[in-house]
């Protein structure tokens, strides 16, 4: 079992940036794929972000691509998201996640975003 809780939204201006976290508990860390999803009001939750288990492989949603980088800290059991350049259409609950790529089978409360325009 693994709890995550993700921390670091809030509002921002378009064009700044803000940095995501997620801590989890668990020693099964480092066996995880970690994800970030993001879910705007009135749509589906949608992928924005995911790194292998040892960190050295990472994916990113089109959408976020050059904007957005995934981290993780093995030791620390964390995982971050840095947004940088932010856009209104950024604007949603993220969601931290734990599992591999379609199978993602542990996930946070969420922690809102709000990119002013």
């Known amino acids: 079992q693994v709890q995550l809780v993700e921390s670091g939204g809030g509002l921002v201006q378009a064009g700044g940036s803000l940095r995501l976290s997620c801590a989890a508990s668990?020693?099964?860390?480092?066996?995880?794929?970690m994800g970030w999803f993001r879910q705007a009001p009135g749509k589906e939750r949608e992928f924005a972000a995911a790194i292998g288990r040892s960190g050295s492989t990472t994916f990113y949603a089109d959408a976020v691509k050059g904007r957005f980088t995934i981290s993780r800290d093995n030791a620390k059991n964390t995982a971050n998201l840095q947004m940088s350049t932010l856009k209104p259409e950024d604007t949603a609950v993220y969601y931290c996640?734990?599992?591999?790529?379609?199978?993602?089978?542990?996930w946070g409360q969420g922690t809102q975003v709000t990119v002013s325009s």
């Open positions: 668990g020693r099964l860390f480092s066996s995880y794929y």
């Open positions: 996640a734990a599992g591999s790529p379609g199978d993602w089978r542990y």
